[in-house]
């Protein structure tokens, strides 16, 4: 596929896989994707199996993620982890803001502009996720609610630090859900988005963002998504847990 911009294909685990269970899936994801370069591709294991993983995959062209981090760099911060601690294991790419911990941690986009900064400081990228409800889009909110989600998260970045940073556009009704974002519907708010980082930063800077699509994303629908000019990758949840899902989603994106 010819794009303007390398696809990103990150794989979220969310709270699933032992390290037993990680190294498994690791494994068959570097036979299955032994040979593929025209993609970047991430997996985001949880911080239990992050060392485990980042020594399976030194051999490989997988690149490690994280899921989370404080907007702290160290201090008393009970159960917290620093953006520090995660380079120690060789991570990339943290995801930041995605809906669940909007939902369930009450995360704001002011604090999720807090770790994206922290992330760039400790030279990790952050994937920045952004994503209406099904009642705010039913209610003709979708722009509204994005506009304020992509100036409030990405506050206080660099022009530089944007263009290091990943946003991924994750409507909440299509997460988990089976339901998909039509291809038109997904370019139609990506392109949204990438107005916004015009706005906020300038066309150049914008060019170079990355813009994810999450949201039941499988091996069926991901080559038809991808072909929209500004998809430029995947997060992808459930279908990440199994190394074929995951590797059909990347090659049949290609
Ligand atoms: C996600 O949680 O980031 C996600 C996109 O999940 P799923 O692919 O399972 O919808």
Known sequence: MNKERK?????????????????????SLKLELANVKEVDMVVCPPFTALEAVSKAILDSSLRLGAQNMSEQNFGAFTGEIAAG????????????????????????NELISKKGLAAHGASLKPIICVGETLAEREGGQTEKVLESQVRGSLAGFSKEQMAETVVAYEP????????????????????????QLVKMFDETVARKVRIQYGGSVKPSNARELMSQPDVDGALVGGASLEARSFSDIIKNSI
């Open 7 to 27: 696809l990103i294909i990150a794989g979220n685990w969310k709270m699933n896989k032992t390290v037993a269970e990680a190294l498994d899936l690791v494994r």
């Open 172 to 195: 909440v009704w299509a997460i988990g859900t089976g339901k998909t974002a039509t291809t038109a519907q997904a370019q139609e708010t990506h392109a949204f988005i990438r107005g």
């Open 85 to 108: 601690m995660l380079k120690e294991f060789s991570v990339r790419y943290v995801i930041l803001g995605h809906s669940e911990r909007r939902q369930y941690q009450k995360e704001s």
